[in-house]
């Protein structure tokens, strides 16, 4: 299946011109970005946490402290909505009014089921590590099983989901093209610094003299910038 199909849920009313439901698209924007807002409702409260994800193959996957809330209703069955945002520019319009956003945003609504096995937790843990930093985990120590038990991680399906994307300049009323204001996008995209050493390893070198040179992903962070 090459697109999602619209639900009562995710069927966008507003601009609809901006929906897609295509699954590429769907699927570079969740590639993109990183951090996620995922919200469901206990107990009359609807609980969100912004959090880290990374998405295998059709479904989502989420990963926190074991006493998280939003976690630990979605693994008991929590009906769960799940929101990432890549924003792309400001776009300054003659007006206040007008002022807008390009953006590239995915919403997701399902029911997560919780990764109890060992190996598929251990395999989901190190795919959210790779999807900040592709290789990261060929270098940092797995987690133990204290450090496992600690941890829980849950599995969205992408089955109902809806992008939304807006791009291009300001839309201004006729009667405002004439006035003498600034108009156009100005865009935006995440850029890192350069690395910062721990205390405990300046230049590379640990405390036992074990040298850990900057790895690769560092200094050539391809996983940022869009990939550039
Ligand atoms: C960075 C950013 C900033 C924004 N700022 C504003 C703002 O300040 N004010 C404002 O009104 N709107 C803003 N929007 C747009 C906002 O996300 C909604 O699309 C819009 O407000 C319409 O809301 P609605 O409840 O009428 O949506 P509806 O069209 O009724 O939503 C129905 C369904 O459409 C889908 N949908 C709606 N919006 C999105 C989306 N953005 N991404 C993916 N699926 C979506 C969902 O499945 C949703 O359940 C912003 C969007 C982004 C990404």
């Not at 390009?102 to 399902?110: A, T, W």
């Amino acid at each position: 299946v090459t697109a999602f199909v619209p639900t009562e849920r995710t069927a966008v009313r507003r601009h609809r011109d901006r929906a897609h439901y295509d699954r590429d698209l769907v699927y570079a924007i969740l590639d993109e970005g990183f951090i996620c807002h995922a919200a469901c409702e206990v107990d009359g409260t609807v609980w969100m946490i912004p959090t880290v994800y990374a998405r295998d193959g059709d479904r989502l996957l989420l990963h926190g402290a074991v006493a998280n809330h939003v976690l630990k209703a979605a693994a008991a069955g929590a009906e769960l909505t799940v929101g990432v945002t890549l924003v792309d520019g400001l776009v300054l319009a003659r007006s206040t009014f007008n002022h807008s956003l390009n953006y590239r945003s995915v919403v997701v609504f399902g029911r997560a089921t919780g990764i109890e096995d060992p190996e598929d937790k251990a395999a989901a843990l190190a795919r959210v590590v790779n999807h900040l930093l592709p290789g990261r985990t060929d270098d940092a120590r797995a987690p133990n099983s204290t450090e496992m038990a600690s941890t829980r991680v849950v599995w969205l399906a992408l089955d109902e989901v809806s992008a939304k994307v807006r791009t291009g300049g300001p839309i201004d009323a006729a009667e405002d093209m004439d006035l003498p204001v600034w108009a156009g996008v100005l865009p935006l995209r995440p850029a890192a610094g350069p690395a910062q050493p721990d205390g405990a390893q300046p230049a590379g070198v640990g405390p036992a003299g074990v040298v850990a040179p900057a790895p690769a992903y560092l200094t050539q962070p391809a996983r940022w910038y869009g990939g550039a």
